[in-house]
């Protein structure tokens, strides 16, 4: 099924475009179709995609030890995934699997240089939103390291060793 502005316009990233631009950048995505429990891509292997999830939800984990997982985060409609991939070495840090039927929309990293190419305006705007995004998520990621450095003390009594010294 075809891309269309509309199913672009629901995504924080394109919210703001302009028609004209949002046309052309629908030509440039593709639409993926996954069933429940689907692994869509593994940490480690590469890729140069950015996904942007239209319906159901995507599980991002990432392996502590063995078969053990950590879940990272829980994607619904109208975020986005893939990007460290896309913007650095190609490969992923983390695995995405659906927790349900998703559908995503998927753009590559030759689409997105087309797209700055060719509608440097969108690009910028696009841009801006990617970066606000990682910016929320980087505070979240620090709140969740100071959160757990202090359970690490809390656990082994430093406050109290601290003063009784």
């Given amino acids: 099924m075809k891309v269309s502005v509309d199913d672009l316009r629901r995504l924080r990233l394109f919210e703001d475009a302009q028609e004209d631009d949002l046309r052309q950048i629908a030509e440039l995505i593709v639409r993926r179709e996954y069933p429940e429990q689907t692994v869509i891509f593994w940490e480690g292997s590469e890729g140069r995609e ?3 999830v239209e ?3 995507v599980i991002i984990s990432r392996r502590l030890r063995g078969r053990v997982e950590h879940v990272l985060a829980r994607l619904g409609p109208g975020t986005f995934f893939g990007e460290v991939a896309l913007l650095t070495d190609g490969v ?3 695995t995405a699997q659906t927790a349900e039927p ?3 929309l998927v753009i590559d ?4 240089l ?3 190419e060719d509608t440097p305006q969108a690009a910028a705007r696009f841009f801006l939103h990617l970066a606000r995004e990682l910016s929320l998520r980087l505070v979240d990621a620090n709140d969740k390291i100071r959160e757990a450095v ?4 809390d656990a082994t009594h430093f406050q109290e060793m601290e003063q009784e010294q």
């Avoid at 990293?109 to 997105?112: E, L, P």
């Avoid at 202090?150 to 003390?153: A, E, S």
């Fill in 50 to 52: 950015l996904f942007f």
């Fill in 55 to 57: 319906r159901g939800e």
């Fill in 92 to 94: 992923h840090r983390a």
């Fill in 102 to 104: 998703t559908s995503v």
């Fill in 109 to 112: 990293g030759t689409a997105v």
């Fill in 114 to 116: 087309r797209i700055i």
């Fill in 150 to 153: 202090m359970w690490g003390l």
